[in-house]
């Protein structure tokens, strides 16, 4: 199409009206023969397309025009004879927020000038509904890519055909990144990218390959623990190293707060190794071989793990499932409250803790310390003391120990074990 202002103008009312007329799913793939017209799938309800248009001195422009009953906003462009064409093109695949985070600051350095790449797509799970009749809402990462206008797609799965074709046809990614994107990778997706599609992963690999590296890290008490970026290949976690960050931390470090620190060191780990990748002084041939015989599997957590058992269990241990467990599914005991055995048992999530360094003779009576701050105190069978800082009856707020207390009125307190066993 000629970029003359009135075919431009005539190129975006057609598009207007298409939108206006079909009804679209947000980040499902939509594909119209008008020039070389192809819709950019958004995480938005906004429908968004791309146009080709050719301009007088012969140079093709690719522009992203999102659609709303208000305006159209143009997304991106980038022009085949300007600066942008000697960039690499990055296609970035993640959906939590860790992910949106890693995401955010990778598109941040490619807006510097002296940039070697440059974020021309993100592939991100598809919007969910957070209740039964609620609304769709895009993934951290989806949000993330419609605040920074990126063209955005959302495969049910990555093995789409129509998916795959988009991206081999119309996306073209140089090299692909991966942040907890959630799916499984063909082997056609990574063949695309003719630098590869590298990862970034939460554990000191080959230790704790798998979907949950920085919870069974934390589980089994690591430290240090660490963060790894590596190439992708088709076997999970299994491709040679580019990057590998070690980080010692506190005893009481949860999930919660180590996730996203790992993610920030393997993100700069990763935009420090970007230039020698895109050189082809890192490839999937010079990188560091995983050693399989140190090989750990982080296997995905069943929500039935998030029972503690002092009576199998150490002090240290139920301490360590507590940290690992933090984000999901949570650490729980059942209470019971009062000497009526005939009372119904009271699932307790326990929320924080620490591990007390004297012992005491196994008891299950459950009792808080003497000081100001001190928590409820669980003796394990061994003999070792956990100390419960803050926890969570079934149906009430996360509480310390002392407002737990004070909320028995006066009644004693005891773990039961055998239940859901």
Request: charged share 25%.
């Amino acid at each position: 199409v000629a970029s003359t202002p009135n075919n431009l103008l005539a190129t975006i009312v057609v598009i207007s009206t298409m939108a206006a007329a079909i009804l679209l799913r947000p980040c499902h793939g939509f594909q119209h023969q008008l020039g070389a017209v192809s819709r950019v799938a958004r995480s938005g309800v906004s429908p968004s397309y791309s146009l080709r248009i050719r301009r007088a001195d012969g140079a093709s422009q690719l522009v992203a025009l999102q659609y709303n009953t208000r305006s159209f906003s143009r997304l991106y462009s980038s022009s085949s004879d300007d600066n942008s064409s000697e960039k690499a093109r990055i296609l970035f695949l993640g959906t939590p927020d860790v992910a949106a985070t890693s995401l955010k600051t990778i598109y941040e350095q490619s807006q510097s000038p002296d940039s070697q790449y440059e974020v021309v797509g993100v592939v991100t799970q598809p919007p969910k509904r957070r209740k039964r009749r609620g609304k769709e809402i895009p993934s951290p990462v989806g949000l993330v890519a419609e605040e920074l206008g990126i063209y955005t797609l959302c495969p049910e799965k990555a093995r789409d055909a129509e998916f795959l074709d988009e991206l081999e046809n119309e996306v073209r990614p140089d090299l692909c990144i991966t942040a907890a994107y959630g799916h499984y990778l063909p082997k056609r997706f990574l063949a695309l990218p003719k630098f590869g599609t590298l990862n970034i992963h939460p554990s000191l690999l080959p230790r704790w390959r798998g979907a949950s590296p920085v919870q069974r890290s934390l589980e089994a008490g690591d430290n240090p623990v660490g963060v790894s970026v590596l190439f992708t290949v088709s076997k999970m976690d299994a491709g040679p190293i580019v990057a590998q960050e070690s980080l010692e931390i506190d005893e009481n470090e949860q999930a919660t707060t180590l996730l996203p620190t790992l993610f920030d060191i393997g993100t700069k780990s990763l935009i420090d190794a970007l230039p020698k990748v895109i050189k082809g002084d890192i490839t999937m041939d010079s990188a560091t071989v995983q050693d399989e015989s140190l090989v750990a599997e982080a296997s995905m957590i069943d929500s039935a793990e998030g029972q503690l058992w002092p009576t199998k269990m150490s002090a240290q241990e139920c301490h360590n499932r507590v940290r690992g467990f933090s984000m999901w599914p949570g650490t729980f005991l059942y209470f019971q409250v009062g000497d009526d055995e005939s009372n119904d048992p009271v699932k307790v999530k326990v929320v924080e803790t620490r591990v007390l360094e004297e012992t005491a003779e196994p008891t299950n009576v459950i009792e808080i310390g003497p000081k100001k701050k001190d928590g409820l105190r669980l003796v394990c069978s061994d003999g070792s003391v956990l100390e419960m800082l803050k926890v969570q009856p079934a149906t009430r707020n996360v509480m310390d120990a002392k407002s737990f207390v004070n909320g028995l009125q006066g009644n004693s307190v005891r773990w039961l074990s055998g239940l859901d066993e």
